[in-house]
């Protein structure tokens, strides 16, 4: 219902510079052996290449990284499909990356096509006392934050799921749009969730926006009560 809606619908800018992001420490063993990382991303500036997402532990401080513009880089492995999308400043788009130990393949999409897909070492998985770095990429355990590398863009309905999505569910949040609630009905699947991050600490220039989609409406429309039901009935079967 309602709490979930006031949380939902705010994006969050990023400040251009080393002091802007948001680092956390979250429980990574649900997404140990497989995950699908999702969100809307919006690129803010054309130079160099900015990064919003990564991740890195103790071991390995840079265990895996997202750019804006089509460069990853997981377990070891470069991915470089800047060759294959163009990323205008200023436009929305849906990106997508998933991963499991079983199939090995770290596949990379946006607004709902499969660029590529790229293998990585049998024996990494991502390890587990990582910190999760939003806005920046880190060259140290937690830190290590340089200007060129800020993202200084938009970022809207960043979720992880704890298993590997299929690129049908993964064009399904495409085509459903910014305002769409797709992403819900994946209940606890949905482990890293857009709504949580929002509550962590932000540091330097990060402020919420309104990303332009209207929380009022489906707060006062007939749908938002049969969901609230559907999750009720849910809660019910789980606590019985």
Known sequence: GQRLIKGRFK?????????????????????????????????????????????????????????????????????????????????????????SLTTRAFSVYYDGVLLGSATTPSDRMIGLDGYVVIGQHSHTYGGGFEDKHSFGGELFKFNVFDRELDASAVKEMADGGLCSEVEEKYGRSRYLKWEDLLLEEKSGNVAEIDVGCTPELKEEGEEDKEEDKEEDKEEDKEED
């Open 11 to 99: 994006g969050l800018k990023f400040g251009g510079t080393a002091n802007d992001y948001i680092v956390f420490k979250p429980r990574m063993e649900p997404l140990e052996e497989s995950y699908t990382l999702c969100a809307w991303v919006k690129k803010g500036r054309s130079d160099g290449i900015q990064y919003w997402f990564h991740y890195g532990t103790t071991s390995d401080p840079r265990v895996f990284y997202l750019s804006v513009d089509g460069y990853f880089y997981t377990l070891g492995t470069a991915v470089d499909m800047r060759s294959k999308v163009t990323v205008q400043v200023g436009t929305w788009r849906h990106v997508c990356y998933t991963w």
